[in-house]
């Protein structure tokens, strides 16, 4: 259903998310993830069985060429499925799912996507849901704070893997941190894969989504049968400060008591309070 998580492609696979639910942060403290290794972590992908996931392919045109000989071959035997199921020219679905998986984590815009690929709208719906429904993209649905409800018209996008996803951007290794949009969108798009992994092995009910009001919005949220919810930012940074916690603080307020904690992931090493019930945390204690 999700790729490897990191925990799983270093044998030591851990479920954060069900510590958080409970309140627990405080005892998850990874390492100071350095840049190239997060990039490492992103380019190799968790599709089992991938050549891009041994370690040690660094190289640009060696990770270019692997990826090249790899991710069609993979595309091609996840859209075969739907041809049989679904109406669909082949050429413009793949446009679709290159187009997405080049701008990973975005918030679904039907018309732009339409726009862009020249298709009309109700295509656009469409192709989007074939490819959700062939675990090419996962949609993580908009969140309402005034209940434990979702919408599905806002969902974000989290491609399937976050090395189809590099290859799809046609940004070369070297040149990720050079291309703060994209790097961005990968950095996230790891995070709610990884969090979307650890949720579907934690207690029944548990779901993924993000949410967005007026001008405030936080990158992920993590909520239980019962409406508990933890908030989750994601900084590709080093370092962070009370100024990235106003996503999760206006959260916060909405949901009151059903607000457990919120968690600003970053590249840097310590776990510490940021604000109260919301804490910095490295991006490491998904997985170490």
């Given at each position: 259903m999700f790729p490897l998580t990191v925990g799983e492609r270093t044998?030591?696979?851990?479920?954060?998310?069900?510590?958080?639910?409970?309140?627990?942060?405080?005892?998850?403290?990874?390492?100071?993830?350095?840049?190239?290794?997060?990039?490492?972590?992103?380019?190799?992908?968790?599709?089992?069985?991938?050549?891009?996931?041994?370690?040690?392919?660094?190289?640009?045109?060696?990770?270019?060429?692997?990826?090249?000989?790899?991710?069609?071959?993979?595309?091609?035997?996840?859209?075969?499925?739907?041809?049989?199921?679904?109406?669909?020219?082949?050429?413009?679905?793949?446009?679709?799912?290159?187009?997405?998986?080049?701008n990973p984590a975005q918030i679904l815009n039907v018309s732009r996507?339409?726009?862009?690929?020249?298709?009309?709208?109700?295509?656009?719906?469409?192709?989007?849901?074939m490819l959700s429904d062939a675990l090419l993209i996962h949609r993580?649905?908009?969140?309402?704070?005034?209940?434990?409800?979702?919408?599905?018209?806002?969902?974000?996008?989290?491609?399937?893997?976050?090395?189809?996803?590099?290859?799809?951007?046609?940004?070369?290794?070297?040149?990720?941190?050079?291309?703060?949009?994209?790097?961005?969108?990968?950095?996230?798009?790891?995070?709610?894969?990884?969090?979307?992994?650890?949720?579907?092995?934690?207690?029944?009910?548990?779901?993924?989504?993000?949410?967005?009001?007026?001008?405030?919005?936080?990158?992920?949220?993590?909520?239980?049968?019962?409406?508990?919810?933890?908030?989750?930012?994601?900084?590709?940074?080093?370092?962070?400060?009370?100024?990235?916690?106003?996503?999760?603080?206006?959260?916060?307020?909405?949901?009151?008591?059903?607000?457990?904690?919120?968690?600003?992931?970053?590249?840097?090493?310590?776990?510490?309070?940021?604000?109260?019930?919301?804490?910095?945390?490295?991006?490491?204690?998904?997985?170490?």
């Amino acid at each position: 259903m999700f790729p490897l998580t990191v925990g799983e492609r270093t044998g030591r696979p851990i479920n954060v998310v069900e510590a958080w639910m409970a309140g627990d942060i405080a005892t998850h403290t990874g390492p100071e993830l350095v840049a190239d290794d997060l990039i490492s972590y992103v380019i190799q992908g968790g599709l089992p069985g991938s050549i891009l996931n041994r370690p040690g392919v660094v190289s640009n045109d060696e990770w270019w060429m692997l990826a090249t000989e790899t991710m069609p071959t993979y595309l091609e035997s996840a859209l075969s499925l739907l041809y049989g199921k679904y109406d669909a020219d082949r050429q413009r679905l793949v446009r679709t799912i290159g187009y997405l998986a080049a701008n990973p984590a975005q918030i679904l815009n039907v018309s732009r996507l339409a726009n862009e690929l020249e298709l009309s709208r109700d295509t656009a719906r469409r192709y989007t849901e074939m490819l959700s429904d062939a675990l090419l993209i996962h949609r993580l649905p908009s969140v309402r704070s005034t209940a434990h409800k979702t919408i599905a018209a806002h969902p974000k996008l989290a491609v399937f893997d976050t090395a189809f996803a590099s290859w799809a951007a046609g940004v070369a290794p070297s040149e990720l941190l050079l291309n703060g949009l994209v790097w961005g969108g990968l950095v996230e798009n790891l995070v709610a894969l990884e969090l979307l992994a650890q949720a579907s092995w934690s207690r029944p009910g548990t779901t993924v989504g993000h949410w967005r009001e007026s001008s405030s919005e936080v990158d992920c949220v993590i909520t239980d049968a019962g409406g508990k919810t933890v908030g989750v930012e994601v900084k590709a940074a080093s370092s962070v400060s009370n100024r990235d916690t106003a996503g999760l603080r206006a959260l916060a307020k909405r949901l009151g008591d059903r607000f457990v904690l919120g968690v600003v992931l970053y590249r840097g090493a310590i776990t510490f309070e940021l604000d109260e019930h919301i804490w910095a945390a490295p991006i490491s204690a998904l997985w170490a």
